[in-house]
């Protein structure tokens, strides 16, 4: 069976890996200068992108630069959608000015835990990104209430798995901070990563199959040996005859 998945990766966050992984991936989730980033790193990888082909989207966090948007803050739906319109119309005006259309948003962090289980919040960042373009994909876990908010408010959604981060039998991700949950082996990755792409399943901590059947699956710019794993990703993908292509793409 013909398969095709976009890769994508978390980018602009001070990682220091984001040109060699604007190489490998097909789409650039770029921070807007709130959790992490600032108008500048947002240019430069907005330029990259352009200049590889990359679909450019937004990353919008909570504004915890400290905690790098990875602490919840309880949020009123309002001061969600103000939160999220506020950081897509900041890239996007970055992105206009190179020539480039915004193709996604994806939340960081804890916004995006906190999205994918509160409907409330989840359809304020929806709201937002439809505000701003209602061509704009909106990426979630699969079954999350976010994709769910994204078929309300008529826009499209991707479901995203992650090659480098270990599952919990209920779908959800290990927490960070406890051992196991980054996948930093390369080839481990890549292996996650195909049969994700061809059978929409991912082995999780306690041995039992999790369904998932992604759009998109994320390999994380700031996860320790990123390049080679996203490198190795990219490789066996294509070498299991997957294609490789970025969201919102013909």
Do not use: W
Not at 24 to 40: E, L, M, R
Not at 129 to 136: F, G, I, N, T
Not at 221 to 249: F, H, K, N, Q, Y
Request: net charge neutral; charged share 30%; glycine share 12%.
């Amino acid at each position: 069976m013909h398969r095709r998945i976009d890769m994508n990766a978390d980018l602009g966050e001070g990682a220091g890996s984001d040109e060699a992984i604007l190489g490998i991936v097909t789409s650039a989730n770029v921070a807007c200068g709130v959790h992490a980033g600032s108008p500048a790193e947002m240019r430069r990888v907005v330029r990259g992108a352009a200049a590889r082909g990359v679909g450019v989207g937004a990353h919008p966090g909570l504004r915890d630069p400290e905690g790098f948007g990875r602490r919840e803050i309880a949020l009123r739906p309002e001061e969600a959608r103000a939160l999220v319109l506020d950081q897509i119309r900041a890239l996007r005006e970055i992105a206009a000015a190179e020539g480039v259309s915004l193709r996604h948003v994806k939340p960081h962090g804890a916004l995006y835990h906190m999205a994918a289980r509160d409907g409330a919040v989840a359809r304020a960042i929806a709201e937002a990104a439809r505000e701003v373009d209602p061509r704009l994909i909106l990426v979630g876990p699969p079954g999350s209430e976010i994709l769910e908010a994204a078929r309300s408010a008529r826009l499209a959604g991707a479901r995203e798995a992650f090659a480098d981060r270990a599952y919990r039998a209920d779908g959800t991700l290990v927490p960070r901070g406890t051992a196991g949950a980054l996948v930093e082996d390369p080839e481990e990755a890549a292996r996650r990563a195909v049969r994700l792409a061809v059978e929409g399943k991912v082995a999780s901590v306690d041995g039992a199959d999790v369904s998932v059947a992604p759009d998109t699956i994320c390999v994380h710019g700031d996860t320790p040996g990123a390049v080679e794993i996203a490198r190795r990703v990219r490789a066996e993908l294509e070498r299991a005859g997957v294609e490789v292509r970025a969201l919102g793409s013909p």
